[in-house]
Nanobody, 124 residues
């Protein structure tokens, strides 16, 4: 099994930055790509960004492109989501996800493992 633990969420003002972290433990050899998703109240879970483990290929939702950056540290088995120029509409619970296949996917059902989520609230 693979365990994912997110951290770094919080309450910030519009225009501020936050960095989310997702630590991977357990059968880390099963992890070939990771993604970040978010879910706002009353809305479906939506794709934010994804990164394949090796080689490092990234993909972003249009709504965050140019503002968010996903990265990974293979030694620490941690993935990061650097969020800059935050907007109110970025408010959501952010989830980290991992999968055993390399193909980047924006579909939540294509990920096998999920973290518990971390709340990000952006005030105006």
């Amino acid at each position: 099994q693979v365990q994912l633990v997110e951290s770094g969420g919080g309450l910030v003002q519009a225009g501020d930055s936050l960095r989310l972290s997702c630590a991977v433990s357990g059968r880390t050899s099963n992890v070939y790509k990771m993604g970040w998703f978010r879910q706002a109240p009353g809305k479906e879970r939506e794709f934010v960004a994804a990164i394949s483990w090796n080689p490092s290929v990234t993909y972003y939702a249009d709504s965050v492109k140019g503002r968010f950056t996903i990265s990974r540290d293979s030694i620490k088995m941690t993935t990061y989501l650097q969020m800059n120029s935050l907007k109110r509409e970025d408010t959501a619970v952010y989830y980290c996800a991992a999968d055993r296949t390399t193909m980047i996917s924006m579909v939540p059902q294509r990920y096998d493992y999920w973290g518990q989520g971390t709340q990000v609230t952006v005030s105006s």
